[in-house]
């Protein structure tokens, strides 16, 4: 069987004919695989669910219970047979419960990565390697100059910023599922004890990973607490609300941002970003490059992101790739506007 | 250089000048000689050596990457050395790589635990800029990354021949915020927004000593400064300034303001033109061999003197001058627009020269030969400033004259009609009057009640708020950068074209109420840019008082003013009774136009 006869792009999103099946599909299906819990690729509204229990937990946090009509959870190495394909979810490293799909069909195995990254984070299920023929992978920031370093030295550099001006509040902004939990970790690495605030946004998700072991030390709701208290302390709050008026309510604030596109400075300095701290959920290019090679895979799908240039890479490497037309991906980073739930300033 | 990288690296985000200075002394504190002197040397600008050009920084990234992911990342970046800090290939030593998982690897394998340090093993990759190398490949790029007093001491020794190869070993051996400073410091101009008043400030506040104190003896001074931080530091005495030609930090005048007058007696003052030229400080002495050097600075003690080489020979006498670098021709002082052709150039020729005569119109007088005059009362300096400008007698050189006036009520006359009162034909570049104390001493800042100035009153137009965009630091989440436009006949009926930008001029209360009328009335948002709404009935207009006006083709609206800010809200009046670009064109002196066919005829 050839690799597009088992998954192909649709306009709902990838779809698998022989198992009946679409993973991450950005329009309601029947049946729905999905990766990890953000709202790009957790839509609501589908027939069947099949995803891990963390990711089904987030998406009944985000969207009520009665997201999907049925739903199924599934362990990372656990194998399930739909059709004629079986299916097999990997961890993903991306966030907490986020997954890989490996979709064998007779002797054909295709991998879809969904997003991913092969950093080291505190508060998930580290990366694997799943060998595979064909590798779907993501291309958020598949240029050569996204090369993201070490996470705990930017968070380092956040911590002497509060050491240096301790009469200012930081704010930091990050993404509420995944990369506010990653921050707030990353700051207990390091050796901060002090209460950490949270944006009314930030709550729920980030004791929904309290629940799941992930030490997160004493956090506090920001909302009450008085302007001059706010004075050297950090608090995480959504990206769109760190220039919002909101910020009104902290002293002379540091605006710091919390992602892979800190890398460039036109990017921090259009978004007003006084300390860009380059922190991503998402694989940097050398991890792009090497995990397409470590792979094994002969051929590569690139989807959502910068496709060019790494399709260009795995030409170079006599690689078989190509871009793969799916639409209604982003990167949480990118989107301004708060989900109705975020901008609820509970 | 990972430390002073880091510094420039906030610094190039930092808004804030008070904590700019935070930044900088707290870097300066705890970094080790001579390290630290050379980092106060590069946000000084007092480092020189030969700087590499663009072109060979491409070239070494050519050697190095495909040249197609070169082109997509430099589109997508927009900055050449920021493009190659970013690409420049080096072996990840940062983070682990994942473990494969075979078959039957089970899902409690890897979990709990955080990735090995050990990369699965993968085929060697054909181009440096791709997958990762192997451990133990990249021998070469295990040195410990050069201090920044390696790279400033060894490009100063460096052959040309020898720069390629030394930069690229470098390269390999920095992060990528080390590489982004390193480009930026070999290829000239930080450009972080540090001036190099500001950096002696840091530097003096590691002593609680003044800045002024540093400036004084900072001629005296060289690289990496170790008597300096000694001194600061209370490990030495203060280093004597030898420099035969220091500069002395200026006086600064208050503006004045009608209720000031009260109580100010007119038989303390005198009174003198206020030149709309560029304030300089023209200092020669004797160097170890008792030749004469002439140096001049500007306000702020940046060393101009490269600029100006036609003004040198005229300063022959010993002393120290506080005056304005104007523009003459025929006799006649040009306007400010025509002196600005003369500015911020990088080199000087001879046509220039020519073209915009040089000259000093003198007003202070800070140093006569050895001796300090600050310390004299200013009528007393004036007295030696006359006398050492007739002795020096040099038709580049001349006195600002004073203004006679018996009462306030002249002085006022005399200011809304300088032709009358003296100025003649220089009367349209003065901008207002100074008043001095007689016995003011010559005290560095700006001390209260002693000199004061006294503008014309600007021009004022009410334009209608167009775009606006959020500020920086307390100011990032207000909009608080505003484009304002005129009407103009455009193709279809009357429309708005821009003519300025101003972010201030209004009152914290006025801020508050702009920010929520543009939160309101947002038509469109690119960015960090708002369009606020501009229709003939709806929208704001705002008045905007400014300095001057001046033709400029790179402005839509083809002029461009000096010095705007918002004067007043006029929330009472309908966008379409605000004023017309035919207005502003009407505005613009017989000055523009003259310097307009003169440039024109130079090129």
């Given at each position: 069987?050839?690799?597009?006869?088992?998954?192909?792009?649709?306009?709902?999103?990838?779809?698998?004919?022989?198992?009946?099946?679409?993973?991450?599909?950005?329009?309601?299906?029947?049946?729905?695989?999905?990766?990890?819990?953000?709202?790009?690729?957790?839509?609501?509204?589908?027939?069947?669910?099949?995803?891990?229990?963390?990711?089904?937990?987030?998406?009944?946090?985000?969207?009520?219970?009665?997201?999907?009509?049925?739903?199924?959870?599934?362990?990372?190495?656990?194998?399930?047979?739909?059709?004629?394909?079986?299916?097999?979810?990997?961890?993903?490293?991306?966030?907490?419960?986020?997954?890989?799909?490996?979709?064998?069909?007779?002797?054909?195995?295709?991998?879809?990565?969904?997003?991913?990254?092969?950093?080291?984070?505190?508060?998930?299920?580290?990366?694997?390697?799943?060998?595979?023929?064909?590798?779907?992978?993501?291309?958020?920031?598949?240029?050569?100059?996204?090369?993201?370093?070490?996470?705990?030295?930017?968070?380092?550099?956040?911590?002497?910023?509060?050491?240096?001006?301790?009469?200012?509040?930081?704010?930091?902004?990050?993404?509420?599922?995944?990369?506010?939990?990653?921050?707030?970790?990353?700051?207990?690495?390091?050796?901060?004890?002090?209460?950490?605030?949270?944006?009314?946004?930030?709550?729920?998700?980030?004791?929904?990973?309290?629940?799941?072991?992930?030490?997160?030390?004493?956090?506090?709701?920001?909302?009450?607490?008085?302007?001059?208290?706010?004075?050297?302390?950090?608090?995480?709050?959504?990206?769109?609300?760190?220039?919002?008026?909101?910020?009104?309510?902290?002293?002379?604030?540091?605006?710091?941002?919390?992602?892979?596109?800190?890398?460039?400075?036109?990017?921090?300095?259009?978004?007003?970003?006084?300390?860009?701290?380059?922190?991503?959920?998402?694989?940097?290019?050398?991890?792009?490059?090497?995990?397409?090679?470590?792979?094994?895979?002969?051929?590569?799908?690139?989807?959502?992101?910068?496709?060019?240039?790494?399709?260009?890479?795995?030409?170079?490497?006599?690689?078989?790739?190509?871009?793969?037309?799916?639409?209604?991906?982003?990167?949480?980073?990118?989107?301004?506007?708060?989900?109705?739930?975020?901008?609820?300033?509970? | 250089?990972?430390?002073?990288?880091?510094?420039?690296?906030?610094?190039?985000?930092?808004?804030?000048?008070?904590?700019?200075?935070?930044?900088?002394?707290?870097?300066?504190?705890?970094?080790?000689?001579?390290?630290?002197?050379?980092?106060?040397?590069?946000?000084?600008?007092?480092?020189?050596?030969?700087?590499?050009?663009?072109?060979?920084?491409?070239?070494?990234?050519?050697?190095?990457?495909?040249?197609?992911?070169?082109?997509?990342?430099?589109?997508?970046?927009?900055?050449?050395?920021?493009?190659?800090?970013?690409?420049?290939?080096?072996?990840?030593?940062?983070?682990?790589?994942?473990?494969?998982?075979?078959?039957?690897?089970?899902?409690?394998?890897?979990?709990?635990?955080?990735?090995?340090?050990?990369?699965?093993?993968?085929?060697?990759?054909?181009?440096?800029?791709?997958?990762?190398?192997?451990?133990?490949?990249?021998?070469?790029?295990?040195?410990?990354?050069?201090?920044?007093?390696?790279?400033?001491?060894?490009?100063?020794?460096?052959?040309?021949?020898?720069?390629?190869?030394q930069l690229a070993r470098w390269l390999d051996e920095l992060d990528e915020t080390g590489r982004w400073a390193l480009l930026k410091l070999v290829t000239g101009g930080l450009r972080v927004g540090v001036s190099a008043r500001l950096a002696k400030t840091a530097a003096a506040?590691?002593?609680?000593?003044?800045?002024?104190?540093?400036?004084?003896?900072?001629?005296?001074?060289?690289?990496?400064?170790?008597?300096?931080?000694?001194?600061?530091?209370?490990?030495?005495?203060?280093?004597?300034?030898?420099?035969?030609?220091?500069?002395?930090?200026?006086?600064?005048?208050?503006?004045?303001?009608?209720?000031?007058?009260?109580?100010?007696?007119?038989?303390?003052?005198?009174?003198?033109?206020?030149?709309?030229?560029?304030?300089?400080?023209?200092?020669?002495?004797?160097?170890?061999?008792?030749?004469?050097?002439?140096?001049?600075?500007?306000?702020?003690?940046?060393?101009?003197?490269?600029?100006?080489?036609?003004?040198?020979?005229?300063?022959?006498?010993?002393?120290?001058?506080?005056?304005?670098?104007?523009?003459?021709?025929?006799?006649?002082?040009?306007?400010?627009?025509?002196?600005?052709?003369?500015?911020?150039?990088?080199?000087?020729?001879?046509?220039?020269?020519?073209?915009?005569?040089?000259?000093?119109?003198?007003?202070?007088?800070?140093?006569?030969?050895?001796?300090?005059?600050?310390?004299?009362?200013?009528?007393?300096?004036?007295?030696?400033?006359?006398?050492?400008?007739?002795?020096?007698?040099?038709?580049?050189?001349?006195?600002?004259?004073?203004?006679?006036?018996?009462?306030?009520?002249?002085?006022?006359?005399?200011?809304?009609?300088?032709?009358?009162?003296?100025?003649?034909?220089?009367?349209?570049?003065?901008?207002?009057?100074?008043?001095?104390?007689?016995?003011?001493?010559?005290?560095?800042?700006?001390?209260?009640?002693?000199?004061?100035?006294?503008?014309?009153?600007?021009?004022?137009?009410?334009?209608?708020?167009?775009?606006?965009?959020?500020?920086?630091?307390?100011?990032?989440?207000?909009?608080?950068?505003?484009?304002?436009?005129?009407?103009?006949?455009?193709?279809?009926?009357?429309?708005?074209?821009?003519?300025?930008?101003?972010?201030?001029?209004?009152?914290?209360?006025?801020?508050?109420?702009?920010?929520?009328?543009?939160?309101?009335?947002?038509?469109?948002?690119?960015?960090?840019?708002?369009?606020?709404?501009?229709?003939?009935?709806?929208?704001?207009?705002?008045?905007?008082?400014?300095?001057?006006?001046?033709?400029?083709?790179?402005?839509?609206?083809?002029?461009?003013?000096?010095?705007?800010?918002?004067?007043?809200?006029?929330?009472?009046?309908?966008?379409?009774?605000?004023?017309?670009?035919?207005?502003?064109?009407?505005?613009?002196?017989?000055?523009?136009?003259?310097?307009?066919t003169t440039s024109s005829g130079g090129h």
């Amino acid at each position: 069987m050839r690799p597009h006869d088992i998954l192909i792009p649709a306009a709902a999103g990838l779809c698998c004919k022989p198992g009946g099946f679409h993973i991450d599909p950005v329009r309601t299906v029947e049946r729905a695989l999905i990766t990890h819990g953000h709202s790009d690729h957790a839509r609501p509204g589908h027939g069947a669910v099949l995803a891990t229990q963390e990711t089904l937990d987030l998406m009944r946090l985000r969207y009520g219970d009665n997201f999907a009509r049925s739903t199924q959870a599934i362990g990372y190495g656990e194998e399930i047979r739909l059709g004629d394909v079986r299916v097999r979810f990997h961890p993903a490293g991306h966030v907490l419960g986020s997954a890989q799909v490996a979709v064998t069909c007779e002797k054909t195995c295709i991998v879809a990565a969904g997003d991913y990254k092969d950093a080291p984070d505190p508060t998930c299920t580290p990366f694997e390697i799943v060998p595979c023929d064909v590798f779907i992978t993501e291309a958020t920031f598949g240029l050569p100059v996204f090369r993201h370093g070490n996470a705990s030295a930017e968070v380092n550099k956040l911590l002497s910023s509060v050491a240096l001006f301790p009469e200012r509040a930081h704010l930091v902004g990050a993404y509420s599922l995944g990369k506010a939990q990653r921050v707030i970790a990353l700051i207990r690495q390091a050796g901060y004890d002090a209460p950490i605030y949270l944006h009314g946004a930030m709550e729920t998700i980030t004791s929904y990973y309290q629940s799941r072991g992930v030490e997160l030390g004493e956090l506090r709701p920001v909302k009450g607490v008085r302007k001059a208290d706010l004075a050297g302390t950090i608090t995480l709050a959504p990206p769109s609300a760190t220039s919002d008026i909101w910020t009104r309510r902290f002293p002379d604030p540091v605006t710091a941002f919390a992602s892979g596109w800190m890398r460039v400075r036109a990017r921090a300095r259009q978004r007003g970003v006084e300390l860009p701290l380059v922190i991503s959920d998402h694989a940097d290019w050398d991890g792009l490059t090497s995990t397409i090679a470590a792979t094994g895979a002969g051929e590569i799908w690139v989807t959502h992101g910068q496709e060019d240039a790494l399709v260009h890479w795995c030409t170079t490497q006599g690689l078989v790739a190509r871009p793969l037309a799916l639409v209604g991906y982003g990167d949480e980073d990118g989107d301004e506007a708060l989900s109705a739930s975020e901008s609820a300033e509970a | 250089m990972n430390r002073f990288a880091e510094l420039l690296d906030r610094l190039a985000y930092e808004p804030g000048r008070n904590n700019k200075l935070r930044l900088i002394t707290n870097y300066l504190r705890s970094t080790k000689d001579p390290d630290r002197g050379y980092a106060l040397a590069a946000l000084t600008a007092a480092l020189s050596f030969k700087h590499a050009k663009a072109g060979l920084i491409r070239e070494l990234i050519a050697e190095r990457t495909d040249p197609v992911l070169f082109a997509l990342s430099y589109d997508y970046v927009g900055d050449l050395s920021e493009t190659v800090a970013l690409m420049w290939p080096t072996p990840r030593t940062h983070a682990s790589s994942p473990p494969p998982c075979g078959e039957g690897s089970g899902v409690g394998g890897h979990n709990g635990s955080l990735a090995s340090d050990h990369p699965p093993p993968q085929p060697s990759p054909a181009r440096g800029e791709g997958a990762r190398p192997a451990w133990g490949k990249g021998a070469g790029h295990n040195n410990p990354p050069p201090t920044l007093t390696d790279v400033v001491t060894t490009l100063s020794t460096l052959g040309k021949a020898e720069l390629p190869a030394q930069l690229a070993r470098w390269l390999d051996e920095l992060d990528e915020t080390g590489r982004w400073a390193l480009l930026k410091l070999v290829t000239g101009g930080l450009r972080v927004g540090v001036s190099a008043r500001l950096a002696k400030t840091a530097a003096a506040a590691l002593g609680d000593k003044d800045a002024h104190d540093v400036e004084l003896i900072w001629p005296g001074l060289a690289p990496p400064y170790l008597e300096l931080f000694a001194w600061l530091e209370g490990r030495a005495d203060k280093p004597v300034n030898l420099d035969p030609t220091p500069f002395r930090p200026v006086m600064l005048a208050h503006a004045i303001a009608d209720n000031d007058f009260v109580g100010l007696d007119p038989t303390d003052y005198i009174a003198e033109w206020k030149w709309d030229g560029i304030r300089i400080q023209a200092v020669s002495g004797r160097d170890a061999e008792d030749n004469i050097v002439a140096r001049l600075y500007s306000r702020t003690g940046e060393d101009i003197t490269g600029s100006f080489p036609d003004l040198l020979p005229s300063l022959r006498l010993p002393g120290a001058i506080d005056g304005e670098l104007l523009v003459l021709r025929d006799g006649r002082v040009q306007s400010f627009n025509v002196l600005q052709q003369r500015l911020n150039r990088k080199t000087v020729t001879p046509k220039l020269i020519k073209d915009y005569p040089i000259h000093l119109r003198a007003y202070d007088l800070l140093g006569d030969g050895d001796t300090d005059l600050r310390m004299l009362p200013f009528a007393e300096r004036r007295a030696r400033l006359e006398n050492f400008i007739a002795r020096l007698d040099d038709p580049r050189i001349d006195l600002s004259p004073t203004i006679a006036f018996a009462d306030w009520d002249a002085l006022t006359a005399a200011r809304r009609d300088p032709a009358g009162a003296g100025a003649s034909l220089d009367a349209d570049a003065v901008e207002g009057v100074m008043l001095k104390r007689r016995d003011a001493l010559y005290l560095p800042g700006r001390p209260k009640g002693q000199w004061w100035k006294w503008k014309h009153d600007p021009h004022i137009i009410d334009a209608v708020l167009m775009y606006a965009q959020r500020g920086h630091g307390k100011r990032s989440s207000y909009y608080s950068d505003y484009t304002f436009g005129v009407w103009t006949e455009g193709d279809s009926g009357d429309q708005l074209v821009p003519v300025g930008k101003a972010y201030f001029g209004f009152t914290d209360e006025e801020l508050l109420q702009i920010d929520r009328f543009v939160r309101r009335n947002t038509t469109e948002k690119f960015g960090p840019v708002r369009h606020v709404v501009h229709e003939p009935d709806q929208g704001l207009v705002l008045e905007v008082a400014f300095e001057g006006l001046q033709r400029s083709p790179r402005h839509k609206s083809g002029v461009a003013m000096r010095f705007p800010r918002i004067s007043r809200l006029r929330w009472d009046k309908p966008p379409r009774e605000a004023d017309r670009l035919e207005t502003l064109e009407r505005m613009l002196t017989a000055d523009a136009t003259i310097q307009s066919t003169t440039s024109s005829g130079g090129h």
